[in-house]
């Protein structure tokens, strides 16, 4: 369904991860494309907001505090604040929850587009009067995508238009230029263990990472207890001489992935921020289904499939969840690093 002119005011409801804010921008980037002249909130989470501050395709961004409790009534009565003596012409809900629903509920609009009752959850449809058609399950890229096609725009070409400043360019380059060999950034954790790899297993990874392709293992991630823990366990393993850049500023990991030579990474934020930034990622997928969560149309060459319980199963998009990072071993991983240094030249 196409509207009659293209709203003035349209509100974004996605509050989640990182990986959801990338999923999000192209659809972002499409809206502006297509209507340069819609001014676009976005409400969001503060960390995600760090990595999509001062996107030019967003016009505001309107922070979310999530607290836990009964405290996070405080969170939704600050949102009614912001929202309130506002109007706007159409709201995206492009999270399924009851949360994301509740603050859509808050939004003076009259049109509220989200997903159908099937694939809605925790009551979310009965917020938004305005339903994507049901559709079966496929990559969340293209999930979001559906609320283009039914609004009547275009998501070609796909872009996430994240960008760096001239300082964080500056940053990046003194970050690299310090080391004598090219590197490859990985990402050890998640918040989920059960996405998480072995500190066993890395350890051989960055072990044939210096001694046969000559290159510096570079750890990046958060600062998160989860992330700490795995470092410094693998750094305890390992004999290369690999560079511990777990710290705080979700700009400062994504220039840290923009200048890597290519990127190792399980089903997490960082992935998906290093495939927007075109840096090769070897993905390890074996909890969540890489048909549904991979990097999206580039890089699916890369993945590290523990998802497959044998090496003739043919599974479809899914959400089902399995038990196959044990399935992962590095000699798998070292032969998807090998072709992303043969396949994909240095930028």
């Given at each position: 369904m196409k509207p009659e002119r293209p709203?003035?005011?349209?509100?974004?409801?996605?509050?989640?991860?990182i990986g959801d804010a990338v999923h999000v921008l192209p659809v972002i980037t499409a809206l502006k494309r297509a209507w340069p002249q819609t001014r676009i909130s976005w409400v969001i989470q503060p960390v995600p907001?760090?990595?999509?501050?001062?996107?030019?395709?967003?016009?505001?961004?309107?922070?979310?505090?999530?607290?836990?409790?009964?405290?996070?009534?405080r969170s939704f009565k600050e949102i009614r604040s912001l929202l309130t003596g506002r109007r706007f012409d159409l709201v995206l809900d492009l999270q399924v929850y009851f949360k994301a629903g509740v603050i859509t509920s808050m939004a003076n609009a009259g049109r509220k587009?989200?997903?159908?009752?099937?694939?809605?959850?925790?009551?979310?449809?009965?917020?938004?009067?305005?339903?994507?058609?049901?559709?079966?399950i496929q990559h969340v890229q293209d999930q979001y995508f559906e609320f283009l096609e039914h609004l009547g725009v275009d998501c070609e070409p796909v872009r996430w238009?994240?960008?760096?400043?001239?300082?964080?360019?500056?940053?990046?380059?003194?970050?690299f230029g310090s080391l004598e060999d090219p590197a490859a950034a990985v990402v050890l954790a998640t918040s989920k263990p059960a996405k998480n790899w072995t500190p066993e297993g890395y350890a051989r990874v960055l072990d044939a990472l210096h001694a046969d392709h000559g290159m510096t293992?570079?750890?990046?991630?958060?600062?998160?207890?989860?992330?700490?823990?795995?470092?410094?366990?693998?750094?305890?393993?390992?004999?290369?001489?690999?560079?511990?850049?777990?710290?705080?500023?979700?700009?400062?990991?994504?220039?840290?992935?923009?200048?890597?030579?290519?990127?190792?990474?399980?089903?997490?934020?960082?992935?998906?921020?290093?495939?927007?930034?075109?840096t090769p990622?070897?993905?390890?997928?074996?909890?969540t289904n890489p048909k549904r969560y991979g990097p999206y149309r580039k890089y699916q060459d890369l993945i590290v499939d523990g998802y497959r319980r044998s090496a003739d199963e043919d599974y479809p998009p899914t959400m089902e969840y399995r038990d196959g990072m044990k399935r992962i071993n590095a000699d798998m991983v070292m032969e998807k690093v090998e072709l992303a240094l043969e396949r994909y030249p240095p930028r």
């Open positions: 709203p003035s005011e349209l509100l974004v409801v996605m509050l989640s991860a907001a760090q990595l999509v501050e001062d996107h030019p395709a967003v016009d505001e961004l309107i922070l979310f505090n999530r607290r836990r409790g009964l405290s996070g009534l587009l989200g997903f159908d009752r099937q694939r809605a959850r925790d009551l979310n449809w009965l917020f938004t009067t305005e339903k994507l058609e049901p559709h079966p238009d994240l960008f760096l400043t001239d300082a964080e360019k500056a940053a990046r380059d003194r970050f293992p570079v750890i990046v991630g958060g600062p998160s207890r989860a992330e700490r823990e795995m470092a410094d366990r693998t750094l305890t393993l390992c004999r290369a001489p690999a560079v511990d850049a777990l710290g705080p500023g979700l700009r400062r990991l994504l220039y840290l992935l923009d200048g890597a030579r290519l990127v190792i990474s399980p089903d997490t934020g960082p992935l998906h921020m290093a495939r927007a930034m075109e990622v070897v993905g390890l997928y074996g909890y």
